[in-house]
C-alpha cells in the first residue's frame, strides 16, 4: 500500500477527513518552504502537495502564477527541488505529493524524473495538463513507485470517470468549479452534485480529493459535507505565505491549518 | 496524414489538456467531423471565402523580382490581398461559422502580431457574433494600429501582462479564460497548434491555400519545383504545404532566427528547439535544459512562438519538409527588395519567406518555379521596419 493509500485509511480508522495542502516550492525562497512545511505538520495537515514551477501554468491562476514567477527567478531548479525534498523527509514522514506540468517530467524522461523523485521523497504526482488518453508512458514509469493522481471535473461522463478512476491512485483530485486555481466562486450546486456522483461512479474504491477555490474552514465543512474525502487548500496557503514576515510564518501557517483541519474532523 | 488517428502526428500532437477542457474539446471534434463534409456548411464559406474574403487570391509571376535575382521564376500567392491583410480569415470564417452551427454566443481568441485578432474582429462581425481577444502587453505596444482595429470592429482585446507578455501569454490566457467558461464559449485558436482536433482542423481551412496553388499552376502548364512559406505556428505554411505534400516539390519552410541561432533571441522552434509539452500538444519547443519554456525574440510579433504546429514537427522528422530560418537583417533586406522591385510591401512574417526565396531563386535555373507564399501584407509593420532602419542604418 502506498504512504498516500495508507495514510486515507489511517484517517478513515479515526473517523476524519484529509486536509491536503498546497505550496510551491521556493516560494518566497527555500527557507520559507521548510518553515511553511513546519507550519503545516504542526498544523496538523495530512498530506502535502508541493508545487514545481512551470514557466506556462495555464491551469493556474494569478496567485500560483506569480508564486511560479517568483519561485522560478530564485532560481528553483529539478536538483534543488529534490535536495529541498530530502531536506524536508528528515523531518517528516508525511505523504508529499509533487504538483507540477508535463512537460517537466517529460523533458528529462518520466522514467529517470520519477525514479529520482522517489528517491528524494515524494509519493505522488498531480499533472493538470496530464490526459488520460496521453498518460501511458507515464503511467508505466509511474507503476509500483509512486501514485498517480489525475484530475477530474464536474463536467466529466460518467465512462470518463471511471476511466480515470482506473488510471488514478493514492486519491482522485476533483476540480471544484469550472476554472482555475484560486478563483472563489462560492460552494456550487453542481459541486455537490459532482462529489456526490464521483463518489457513486467509483463506489469507494478510491478516496475523492476537492481542489480549486477552496480557501476557508467553512469550504472545507460543506465539502466534507457532501462526501468528499479531503479536501485541497493552495492559494489560500500562498496569499498568507505572501504577506507574513518570515519570523512568523512557521505559526501563522500553523494556526490556518489548524482552522482548516478542525472541519475534517467527523463527529462519532 | 488525412485525419490523424488519436490526433496524433506520429508521436506529435495529442491532447494535453486540462480535464474540464475535455468536454469541449470532444464536442468540437464531433462538430467538426459533422460539418466538414455538409455541404450547406462548405457553400455557405466558400460563399464567405469568395464574397466577403476575396478568394481566390491571385498567383502572381514577381518578374522584376525574378529577373533581378536572376534564377528560377518566382510566383507569390497573394494571401496579403486577403480582407484583412492576410490568410488568417481563411481560418476565421471557417472556425466563426462552426462556432455559430455549435450555437456558441461567445467567441475569444488570441493573437501575436494582431492579424488573427483583426480577423477574428472581422469574421465575427460579419457573422453576428462578438469576440474577445487575448494579446500579449508587450504586442498592444508594437502593434497598436491593429488593437485599435480590433476595438473598431467591436472586439474587446484584454492586454496580457504575465510571462514575456507575447504569443504564448495570451494563448495560457485564452485557455485559462476557456477553462472557466467552457459551456458557453468557442475558443478560436488562430494556428495549427493547441490540442486536437485544432491543428488538423486549421490545416484543412488553411489548405485553400495550398489547393488553389496546385490549380493556378497547372493552369500555367507548371507544378512548383519549390514551394515556401513561413512558420511560426505555421497555419499558411501547413495550408500551403498540406496539397503538396505528395508533389515532388521540394518544400521548405522558414523560421525566424532572429539575431542568429547561436544568440537565443530567436523564435526558430524547428531548427533550434528540441521536443516537448505546451499547449495542450506534443511538439518542437524552445526550452531550456529544465523544460520550462524559454523567452523568443523576432522582428515579427506574428513568428514570436517557442513552440510550433505538430504537424511541422512530424514533417521535420519525416523529412518531407525541410525547415530552415532567416535573420532580422536577412528579412529586412527582402522586405527592402520585394517592396522597391514589386511595389508589394510584406508582412515581416511573410518577408522571411521572401528572404529564403533569394537565397534559392540564386542557385536554382531559370527554367525553375518557386511559389512563395505571401502569407499577409506589411502595412502593420512599416512603424518597426522604420524603427530597425533608423538604428541600424548609419548616415
Known amino acids: 500500500m502506498s504512504k498516500i493509500s495508507e495514510k486515507f485509511a489511517e484517517l478513515q480508522e479515526k473517523n476524519q477527513k484529509a486536509l491536503i495542502s498546497y505550496i510551491m516550492a521556493g516560494f518566497p525562497n527555500e527557507k520559507s518552504t521548510i518553515s511553511v512545511v513546519r507550519g503545516l505538520v504542526k498544523g496538523g495537515v495530512d498530506i502535502i502537495e508541493l508545487g514545481f514551477p512551470f514557466s506556462d501554468p495555464l491551469a493556474d491562476g494569478p496567485v500560483i502564477q506569480n508564486a511560479s514567477t517568483i519561485s522560478l527567478k530564485k532560481g528553483t531548479k529539478i536538483d534543488k527541488f529534490f535536495a529541498l525534498v530530502k531536506k524536508i523527509r528528515k523531518e517528516t514522514d508525511i505523504p508529499l505529493v509533487l504538483m507540477t506540468y508535463t512537460n517537466i517530467l517529460y523533458h528529462k524522461g518520466y522514467q529517470k524524473f520519477i525514479k529520482d523523485a522517489k528517491n528524494a521523497g515524494i509519493d505522488g504526482f498531480i499533472l493538470p495538463d496530464m490526459s488520460v488518453e496521453e498518460s501511458k508512458e507515464y503511467l508505466q514509469a509511474a507503476k509500483n513507485i509512486a501514485d498517480t493522481i489525475f484530475l477530474i471535473s464536474p463536467n466529466t461522463s460518467k465512462t470518463r470517470i471511471q476511466k480515470i478512476a482506473k488510471a488514478s491512485s493514492g486519491f482522485l483530485y476533483l476540480v471544484a468549479i469550472y476554472g482555475i486555481t484560486g478563483v472563489k466562486t462560492g460552494i456550487k450546486n453542481y459541486t455537490i452534485k459532482a462529489i456526490k456522483n464521483v463518489k457513486k461512479q467509483t463506489d469507494g474504491k478510491i478516496p475523492i480529493g476537492v481542489g480549486f477555490g477552496v480557501s476557508t474552514p467553512d469550504d472545507v465543512k460543506k465539502y466534507i459535507k457532501a462526501g468528499a474525502d479531503g479536501v485541497i487548500v493552495g492559494s489560500a496557503f500562498l496569499k498568507l505565505i505572501e504577506k507574513t514576515p518570515q519570523s512568523k510564518l512557521e505559526s501563522k501557517i500553523e494556526s490556518f491549518t489548524k482552522s482548516l483541519k478542525k472541519q475534517t474532523l467527523q463527529k462519532k | ?395
Open chain 2, 1 to 395: 496524414m488525412k485525419y490523424p488517428k488519436n490526433g496524433k502526428f506520429g508521436e506529435f500532437g495529442g491532447k494535453y489538456i486540462p480535464e474540464t477542457l475535455v468536454p469541449a474539446i470532444e464536442e468540437l471534434e464531433e462538430n467538426y467531423l459533422k460539418f466538414k463534409n455538409d455541404k450547406n456548411f462548405k457553400k455557405e464559406l466558400d460563399y464567405y471565402l469568395k464574397v466577403y474574403a476575396g478568394r481566390p487570391t491571385p498567383l502572381y509571376y514577381a518578374k522584376n523580382l525574378s529577373e533581378k535575382l536572376g534564377g528560377a521564376k518566382i510566383y507569390l500567392k497573394r494571401e496579403d490581398l486577403l480582407h484583412g491583410g492576410a490568410h488568417k480569415i481563411n481560418n476565421t470564417l471557417g472556425q466563426a461559422l462552426l462556432a455559430k452551427k455549435m450555437k456558441k454566443k461567445r467567441i475569444i481568441a488570441e493573437t501575436g502580431a494582431g492579424q488573427h485578432g483583426v480577423a477574428t474582429a472581422m469574421a465575427c462581425a460579419a457573422l453576428g457574433m462578438k469576440a474577445e481577444v487575448y494579446m500579449g502587453y508587450k504586442d498592444t505596444i508594437r502593434q497598436k494600429l491593429n488593437v485599435f482595429r480590433m476595438n473598431l470592429l467591436g472586439s474587446k482585446v484584454h492586454p496580457v501582462k504575465s510571462g514575456s507578455k507575447t504569443l504564448k501569454d495570451a494563448i495560457n490566457e485564452a485557455i485559462r479564460d476557456w477553462i472557466t467558461n467552457v459551456e458557453t464559449t468557442y475558443y478560436l485558436l488562430g494556428s495549427a497548434v493547441g490540442p486536437h482536433p485544432y491543428p488538423v482542423m486549421v490545416r484543412d481551412f488553411q489548405s485553400v491555400i495550398g489547393n488553389e496553388i496546385k490549380s493556378q499552376m497547372k493552369k500555367l502548364n507548371k507544378t512548383p519545383d519549390s514551394v515556401i512559406a513561413c512558420v511560426g505556428g505555421g497555419s499558411n505554411a501547413i495550408g500551403t504545404f498540406y496539397p503538396l505534400v505528395d508533389s515532388n516539390a521540394e518544400i521548405i519552410g522558414v523560421e525566424a532566427a532572429g539575431h542568429g541561432l547561436k544568440s537565443k533571441k530567436h523564435s526558430a522552434t524547428l531548427s533550434a528547439g528540441s521536443k516537448g509539452v505546451l499547449h495542450g500538444m506534443m511538439t518542437y519547443l524552445l526550452q531550456d535544459k529544465e523544460g520550462q519554456i524559454t523567452e523568443t525574440h523576432s522582428i515579427s510579433a506574428g513568428l514570436d512562438y517557442p513552440g510550433v504546429g505538430p504537424e511541422h514537427s512530424y514533417f521535420k522528422d519525416n523529412k518531407r519538409v525541410k525547415y530552415h530560418s532567416a535573420t532580422d537583417t536577412e528579412v529586412i533586406e527582402a522586405f527592402l527588395m520585394l517592396t522597391r522591385t514589386e511595389g508589394i510591401i510584406p508582412a515581416l512574417e511573410s518577408a522571411h519567406a521572401i528572404a529564403e526565396a533569394i537565397k534559392v531563386a540564386k542557385k536554382s535555373k531559370k527554367s525553375e518555379s518557386i511559389v512563395v507564399t505571401l502569407s499577409g501584407r506589411g502595412d502593420k509593420d512599416v512603424e518597426e521596419v522604420q524603427n530597425y532602419l533608423s538604428k541600424n542604418v548609419k548616415d
